[in-house]
């Protein structure tokens, strides 16, 4: 079972020696840690490893390979690997020959928390993207009006960090659609009068004595300085010009000829994707976004649409780019209504209450989980989120807070129905410390969950992996879940001491050890998160545990507190989490090194979400593109 | 994700569970050009899938003999057309190996690939063109659309094992190396896509009905292809691939809008008295479109077949993809489950779960089943449209318990035009999953390059010997 270890013993390992504070530090512990690779680590390698992970690799894992260039990120995986491992002495295994004394166990695994210094400066991998389904949708509808429904046939997608940035045949069919249902709601019919959209986007009637193809012309870079989010090129003003040529070929009228070329602007990459303004110098590797991609991007990161008017203006003035101003378009963008797009593309998928709408649940134990309570629960988490935001809170408030959002029907399960009722959502201090905090959330708590029970392990991993953001690796194939409750043999025990026989086994405790007690902590709520003094089958709940390291809980109130005191983990999560969203990749190789920098200037501010979010829209990596 | 996710598609369906009748065709028949010889009816390819793998003692028969007049519990739903269906026990899937901790995101995503994704860029899609779009590269071009890809859930499940892409888990066809393809899950769009949209006198028109709007769209798309070929050549090489992407999905729409226009000319020149190319027109009746209204999954997944079917039936495509389920976070409730259908499958023995896979494995066979009956039911030519279809029914792992893929489940359903021997089990075919596909392909006429994926021969015992 050593291989499955890897995730685990890395993420509770310590974060490498010390962040370099400038570019030559940088260089400095970049030598160093090459040095070490070449003096220690080779030799350690070969002496040990390459035996069994060398050109018939074992595991899939090739040592060998990474001589040459440790720092590849190809090989990040098999240092992570290769860290549990030898950390957890699985690696070399016992019967082997050769066994490193633990001098050099620990050299090896102290230069592996510095290969990040082996990384070159890197924006990383950088494509053109194309704008999601919700994007896409907002975008139709800030540039005509149109009901952002209008995309509602096109393929669902997951957002941010697994963003499949690909296009189909059927997605090119839905946009000419789209488009063709667009053109139709701008233009007015034959002999109409023109629409309200129809005359801010094309103008009037043509007024005598003007050039239609020249009136196109101007109509065109209009429209495609808004559509294209960038000003467009006389080349790609030739192209539409010759759509509107060919409306009027085929007997169109100069309404309906710009209408087609209206639709040939909607289904162009330019529209489409985020594209570059112009092209970048022969020879260059890494250069600045311009400042129009960089409006798109931060638009489509805060607001899930198109860059408004005063971002617009400020990337044709070039000046978006300097930081202050940069730093003053994110505070504004944030304090606009529209950011709850943040929430709904990012904040939902981090919390899981993405599938909240469609879970199952067992609706004969749970009759409260209705459609009403599974909306107020996300909007619950949707308030709660844009409040620690809006008030540009600490990122430790997402674990401990004494307020919440509720209506009648949320105040259900919090028991304050008396108080608090109607519809609305409002802002409700809370007094109960065991709530307060996405601990104690009932959204979060009902998705990490089984339909019919809760789930200690669920909860368990879920709060490390998205609240502290460490790696659970999978459970190993052909282990039999937990009993049905009423199989005999185990049916006297209670959830928690059933769920305990997995450290029974060695094969499991390892993992579970660390995950049961964390969820054990929560199960005070109930499937839906209620809170409960006894189970189902009537047992008290026992709510007591201990993390690695010693610290002991009895409540659910006692674990936040444990968790929230781990203020550089929390924050750091959340940043790597939104940094990863943001630039729609996972994170990788120099990341790390960029993260390191953003977490000391985000900690000085005491994790003020604000500050977090600024740090990372003027980052490196997401105002920088690498071009070969 | 989850289970129950037809809520959604219902919000955006509501009020329109009236039945549609099949909307009128030109013509009931195939497009070939008219200077090849009078066509064979074509041979379609339809490819059905179920996660997680089944109950194995209740999937295959108990012996070739046996097979046809006492089929295992699982088949129940095809006996009456088992002389159609062919089971071949020993096919392998692809070995997961390095991405031992990811069985589920890659049972999917190897299904029609047989291959793994590419370890070094794991967190992109780099995989293979999978089987179905390499027989859509080939006849793609002779219907209005090229494939067809359906699905029952969303494509959205949030899991990325071993720090593959989350796409692996949801996708089964890709276009190329780096682009998976979405499939539909709506059936209202479908129908759309198929037949057009109904306007408010309930006329159906189709994207370029009239012939004039087609052929200005196409014209309109030659002129943003040139465009977008400009703006490919100032971009960076990364990025460049993207612009090909996109000029290969607009480039199809052309030839779809091309197809449409074919077809209503020859319905123009058919309505005159003028036969241009010789068909063997469908004598069967069309099928009704009912769009369900409530939250029964087999209703849905049924309409979904008939859709399939009909794509089939009208030459509207020739090539299929339909994943009835996605790996994990999918329940039954329709069955009474309320668990996962994942969770129950490491069921360790335990004889409840084992029920309920074995129970979620014959509702899914009942769906392909009734497909598979509806195709038999249409008469084609001398035959049957499934006569002339090879339709695959399977799973990405044999056992869900242990993720092993030792044996893959398979059916496989049709003659393909007369090159499968069906009405036989054979109990020891020593293959891959590759080499399955590869044989599968060669039976409906798609010519390779190269083997799929980790295909290393023919499964010859499957065909007619020539």
């Not at chain 1, 112009?278 to 976004?289: D, H, W």
Request: glycine share 8%; charged share 20%; aromatic share 8%.
């Amino acid at each position: 079972m050593a291989v499955l270890l890897p995730g685990f013993a890395l993420a509770l390992a310590q974060p490498g020696p010390a962040q370099p504070a400038s570019e030559g530090d940088a260089v400095a512990l970049h030598a160093e840690a090459k040095k070490i690779f070449g003096a220690q680590v080779t030799p350690f390698l070969k002496s040990y490893c390459i035996k069994c992970h060398g050109s018939r690799p074992k595991g899939g894992i090739n040592f060998q390979a990474t001589l040459k260039d440790p720092g590849s990120p190809a090989f990040r995986g098999w240092w992570k690997q290769g860290l549990a491992n030898v950390k957890a002495h699985d690696m070399p295994p016992d019967d082997a020959e050769n066994q490193p004394t633990p001098e050099e166990r620990q050299m090896f695994l102290d230069w592996i928390g510095q290969i990040k210094f082996l990384s070159p400066q890197d924006p990383g991998q950088f494509v053109i993207r194309r704008l999601t389904k919700v994007e896409y949708g907002n975008t139709l509808h800030d540039l005509f009006g149109v009901d952002p429904a209008i995309t509602r046939e096109l393929p669902d997608e997951v957002f941010g960090q697994g963003y499949l940035n690909t296009l189909s045949p059927l997605q090119s069919e839905q946009y000419l659609e789209i488009a063709n249902a667009v053109v139709d709601r701008v233009l007015a019919p034959d002999g109409a009068p023109p629409t309200a959209v129809q005359v801010r986007l094309f103008g009037g009637p043509l007024a005598p004595g003007t050039y239609a193809r020249a009136a196109a012309r101007a109509v065109g870079r209009s429209l495609t300085r808004s559509a294209y989010r960038r000003p467009p090129s006389e080349a790609e003003l030739d192209v539409l010009v010759g759509v509107f040529d060919l409306g009027r070929e085929h007997q169109l009228g100069h309404a309906a000829a710009l209408g087609l070329m209206l639709k040939a602007i909607l289904v162009s990459p330019q529209f489409l994707y985020i594209t570059p303004s112009g092209e970048v110098p022969a020879g260059s590797t890494i250069v600045p976004l311009d400042d129009y991609q960089l409006a798109s991007r931060l638009s489509y990161l805060l607001w899930a649409t198109m860059p408004d008017a005063e971002l617009a203006a400020l990337a044709d003035s070039g000046k978006l780019h300097e930081p202050a101003i940069l730093k003053e378009q994110v505070r504004r963008l944030l304090h606009a209504p529209r950011s709850r797009a943040l929430f709904d593309g990012f904040g939902a998928q981090w919390l899981g209450l993405g599938e909240l709408e469609t879970k199952t649940f067992d609706t004969d134990k749970f009759p409260l989980m209705t459609a009403d309570m599974r909306s107020a629960m996300y909007d619950e988490a949707r308030l709660f989120f844009e409040s620690i935001v809006r008030e540009n809170r600490s990122a430790v408030t997402f674990v401990d807070s004494d307020y919440t959002f509720l209506n009648g029907t949320l105040a259900q399960l919090y028991g304050l129905e008396k108080t608090v009722t109607g519809p609305a959502m409002r802002k409700v201090t809370l007094t109960d410390a065991n709530r307060g905090g996405i601990l104690g959330m009932p959204g979060i708590l009902a998705t990490t969950s089984f339909p019919n029970r809760t789930s200690a392990v669920k909860r368990g991993v879920w709060v490390l992996e998205q609240v502290l953001g460490e790696h659970v690796p999978p459970a190993p194939p052909n282990v039999p879940a937990l009993q049905k409750e009423d199989d005999a043999q185990v049916g006297t025990l209670t959830l928690r001491q059933r769920t305990e026989l997995h450290r029974t086994d060695p094969t499991c405790a390892n993992c579970h050890k660390i995950l049961d007690p964390i969820g054990f902590g929560l199960e005070n709520f109930d499937a839906i998160g209620r809170w409960r003094d006894a189970e189902e089958a009537g047992g008290a709940i026992d709510a007591t545990g201990e993390l690695p390291g010693g610290k002991r809980f009895s409540s659910p109130k006692e674990l936040k507190a444990i968790i929230a005191a781990r203020q550089p983990d929390l924050a750091r999560n959340l940043t790597e989490k939104l940094l990863a969203y943001a630039l729609c990749r996972p994170l990788e190789g120099y990341d790390e090194i960029v993260v390191d920098r953003l977490m000391e200037s985000i900690a000085k501010d005491d994790y003020r979400m604000q500050t977090l979010i600024t740090e990372i829209v003027t980052s490196y990596p997401f105002t920088q593109r690498r071009v070969q | 994700m989850s289970s129950n996710h037809l809520i959604n598609r219902r919000t955006c369906l509501k009020g329109i569970g009236v039945a549609l009748a099949l909307p009128f065709f030109e013509s009931l028949g195939w497009a070939e050009p008219a200077k090849k010889k009078a066509a064979k009816p074509p041979v379609r390819l339809g490819f059905m899938y179920m996660p997680h793998g089944v109950i194995m003692e209740q999937f295959w028969p108990a012996s070739p003999e046996s097979f046809l007049t006492s089929p295992p519990p699982a088949l129940e739903s095809l006996r009456t057309v088992l002389g159609e269906c062919l089971l071949m026990k020993g096919i392998s899937g692809v070995p997961i190996s390095p991405f031992n901790g990811a069985p589920h995101a890659l049972e999917l995503s190897t299904w029609l690939t047989a291959r793994l994704p590419d370890a070094d860029r794991r967190s992109q899609i780099a995989i293979a063109i999978s089987a179905d779009q390499i027989a859509a590269n080939y006849v793609g071009h002779l219907t209005s659309l090229p494939s067809l890809e359906l699905a029952t859930m969303p494509q959205t499940h949030k899991e990325n094992q071993e720090g593959l892409n989350e796409g692996y888990y949801s996708h089964c066809s890709y276009r190329s190396a780096s682009q998976a393809v979405p499939a539909e899950t709506n059936p209202r769009s479908v129908l759309n896509r198929l037949f057009g949209r109904t306007d408010q006198a309930g006329q159906r028109s189709r994207p370029g009905q009239s012939t004039q709007t087609g052929a200005l769209d196409r014209k309109m798309l030659d002129l943003v292809i040139g465009g977008a070929k400009d703006l490919r050549r100032t971009l960076p090489q990364g990025d460049q691939h993207k612009l090909d992407e996109y000029l290969d999905s607009v480039r199809s729409v052309e030839r779809r809008i091309a197809a449409i226009e074919f077809r209503q000319k020859e319905a123009a020149l058919e309505k005159a008295g003028v036969s241009v190319t010789k068909r063997y027109a469908s004598d069967s009746p069309a099928i009704e479109i009912k769009i369900p209204l409530g939250d029964k999954r087999s209703d849905y997944m049924q309409v979904m077949c008939d859709l399939n079917v009909l794509a089939f039936q009208t030459d509207t495509t020739r090539v299929s993809t339909y994943i009835g389920s996605t790996p994990n976070g999918v329940s039954y409730p329709e069955l009474g489950f309320k668990d996962t259908h994942h969770s129950q499958t490491h069921h360790a023995s335990d004889a409840e779960k084992v029920r309920k896979v074995a129970a979620i494995t014959a509702f899914n066979i009942e769906q392909f089943a009734y497909m598979i009956k509806k195709m038999q039911s249409i008469r084609e030519g001398e035959g049957t449209l499934l006569d002339n279809s090879i339709m695959m029914w399977g799973s990405g792992l044999e056992d869900g318990n242990k993720h092993a893929r030792e044996n893959l489940p398979f059916i496989v359903a049709g003659r393909g035009g007369g090159t499968i021997n069906t009405g036989r089990f054979l109990t020891d075919v020593r293959g891959n999953q590759g080499d399955l596909l590869t044989t599968l392909l060669g039976c409906a006429g798609v010519p390779l390059d190269r083997p799929i994926g980790i295909a290393t021969k023919q499964i010859t015992e499957m065909t007619h010997r020539v």
